[in-house]
């Protein structure tokens, strides 16, 4: 099994600023098979990137990813009021898929 | 629309079982490879199990041997079935489509339910 280590467990930051998260995998993952989610209190996650570097459908352009091997990076440029939430990591190289225990963006 | 509607949630006392359903529209079940997640209390996510579209399935070990996915083409709606259930089943049930990729690979999940809650407590 894949494991996926996000940092830092949470992060604050204030709207406007740059936010990095990090995800790292305990082995080589391809590129094309890791994802990120954004979830909000009381909703189901929301697909934000897939492919490592790829923006799903609607998702704007302050969103990037970046990353291959064992270490990948979320970043938001520039951080909006609604974008405060929680983000995980997805790999979906082998069947039995995996995600990061998350991290939590907080409004500082 | 395509959306995913899960059901079937509910309180049950330790080593009972249990059902969830997960009703697609907007596309076919069969034709897509479709998952089980579930998060528990304050907790992160966990991926369960998956039924591709060729019909076979896997499971994470911490429920194998005890739930199974299945699917109704005819009801374009699959599955979990939960037998020996155990506190540590308590968490919200999500239903999550892979996207579809024209080679049938593995994807990210692009659309999911809105969830059902099992509650395993005696």
């Known amino acids: 099994e894949i494991v996926l280590t996000q940092s830092p467990g949470t992060l604050s930051l204030s709207p406007g600023e740059r936010a990095t998260l990090s995800c790292r995998a305990s082995q080589s993952i391809s590129s094309s098979y890791l994802a990120w989610y954004q979830q909000k209190p009381g909703q189901a996650p929301r697909l934000l990137i897939y492919g490592a570097s790829s923006r799903a459908t609607g998702i704007p352009d302050r969103f990037s990813g970046s990353g291959s091997g064992t270490d990948f990076t979320l970043t938001i440029s520039r951080l909006e009021p609604e974008d405060f939430a929680v983000y995980y990591c997805h790999q979906y190289v082998y069947s039995a898929r995996t995600f990061g225990q998350g991290t939590k963006l907080e409004i500082k | 629309e395509v959306q995913l509607v899960e059901s079937g949630g509910g309180l049950i006392q330790p080593g009972g079982s249990l059902r969830l359903s997960c009703a697609a529209s907007g596309f076919t079940v069969s034709r897509n490879h479709l998952n089980w997640v579930r998060q528990g209390p304050g907790k992160g996510l966990e991926w369960v199990s998956i039924i591709y579209s060729g019909g076979t399935t896997y499971y994470a070990d911490s429920v194998k041997g005890r739930f199974t996915i299945s699917r109704d083409n005819s009801k374009n709606t699959v599955f979990l079935h939960m037998n020996s259930l155990r506190a540590e089943d308590t968490a919200v049930y999500y239903c999550?489509?892979?996207?579809?990729?024209?080679?049938?690979?593995?994807?990210?999940?692009?659309?999911w339910g809105q969830g059902t809650m099992v509650s395993v407590s005696s």
């Open positions: 999550a489509r892979d996207a579809p990729r024209r080679d049938g690979y593995n994807e990210a999940f692009d659309i």
